[in-house]
């Protein structure tokens, strides 16, 4: 088993609260959610971050972007809306180096600094 934190919780090494998993795909609850809803979609493959995804990862992208839709619809988000976040890099302020989707809804989103 890897160091990565993320790669422990999608193999229930250590424990996360699962809202979806398939066999290329995990998602479960942030631990300081920043929104009443705040879920992370990772692939159960270990990618550092968006900037690695390779031209063979291409379905792999789209099943996350559908699943992390998928949730949100599943968690009542639709309606209102959601923001969904990739941060890349130290600049973007990663602390976790597994990629990982945030889905965030529930309030209104108060800063956008895109
Ligand atoms: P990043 O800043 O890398 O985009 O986001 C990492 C996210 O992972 C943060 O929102 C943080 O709260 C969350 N996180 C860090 N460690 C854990 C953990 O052990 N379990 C869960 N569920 N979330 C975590
Ligand atoms: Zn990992």
């Known amino acids: 088993m890897s160091d ?12 996360g609260q699962f809202v979806f998993e398939d ?6 609850r942030d631990i300081r959610p920043k929104a ?5 979609v990772i692939p159960r493959k ?3 971050k968006l900037a690695d995804l390779r031209q063979a990862d291409e379905a792999l992208v789209g099943r996350l972007l559908l699943t992390v839709n998928r949730i949100a619809d599943e968690q009542g988000l639709k ?11 130290r600049f973007a302020g990663q602390e976790v180096y597994h990629l990982h989707f945030h889905l965030l809804g529930g309030k209104a989103m108060s800063w956008n600094p895109a």
């Not at 934190?5 to 090494?13: E, T």
């Open 23 to 28: 066999d290329e795909v995990v998602a479960f």
């Open 46 to 48: 270990h990618i550092e």
């Open 79 to 89: 309606e209102n809306g959601y923001r969904v976040i990739v941060n890349n890099g």
């Open 36 to 40: 009443p809803t705040h879920i992370l």
């Open 4 to 15: 990565c934190i993320f790669c422990k919780i999608a193999a229930k090494a250590i424990p």
